[in-house]
């Protein structure tokens, strides 16, 4: 099972990732805490990334299309994956697509997280103050939510064209979503 979790910012990814990897005995692939976790490490790869994400920009697409490709081919990712916050982009869509191919591996479905602008803000502002991250601050998550209009928005038709894209209301609790999640994933 090979599932990419689309959505702004905000729109709860990463927590119904984890949920739906639980009940699906299949591994989280997060670009967002694979940057984190180099940030931290002061890694050239962590050194490289930091500027771009307090700022609320993107990585470069080289960067984070190399590190997905190198993390897919992984022990753990054999009996499928959940990829949360990637593609970003349509050039990481087309290169993903390519790796998948060279890998002889499917991609099932791709769950797009529809929330309003709105609240996406106040959750954001909300786990800044919970969790302290360094880009949940009003000047970045307002970069964020633009740079995903401009640059992840059009993943939306590319994978509704390649009848991959299954909308699911992103308001609610996370009981009541985790279930749309399985209503259209089939697990
Ligand atoms: P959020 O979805 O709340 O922005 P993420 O943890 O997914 O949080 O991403 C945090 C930051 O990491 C992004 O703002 C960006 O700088 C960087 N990042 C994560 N994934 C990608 C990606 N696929 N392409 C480029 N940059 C990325």
Redesign the pocket.
């Known amino acids: 099972m090979l599932i990419i979790f689309l ?5 709860g ?2 927590t119904q990732a984890k949920i739906f990897l639980e009940r699906a005995g299949i591994v989280q692939i ?7 976790a180099a940030v931290a490490k002061g890694s050239p790869l962590g050194t490289q ?1 930091k500027g ?10 080289s ?2 299309i190399g590190i ?1 490709e190198e993390r897919i081919q992984e022990e753990d990712c054999k009996k499928g994956f959940v990829l ?6 349509l050039e ?1 869509a087309r290169a993903l697509d390519e790796i998948l191919l060279k890998l002889h591996l499917h991609l099932d479905h791709v769950v797009n997280f529809e929330v309003p602008d709105e609240e996406l803000v106040e959750r ?1 502002l909300g ?1 800044a103050q919970q969790e302290g ?1 360094s ?2 601050n009003p000047e ?1 998550i307002k ?2 939510l633009q ?2 209009k401009d640059k992840t928005q059009p993943l939306i038709q590319y994978y509704a064209e390649k009848k991959k894209l299954r909308p699911i209301d992103g308001l609610g609790s996370m009981a009541e979503i985790a279930d749309r999640v399985k209503a259209v994933v089939g697990i």
């Open positions: 959505g702004p910012p905000g729109a990814k990463g997060s670009t967002g805490d694979i940057l984190r990334a771009f994400m307090d700022k609320g920009e993107l990585v470069p697409d960067v984070v997905i949360d916050g990637f593609p970003r982009t990481q954001l786990r991250r880009d949940d970045s970069n964020r740079i995903f």
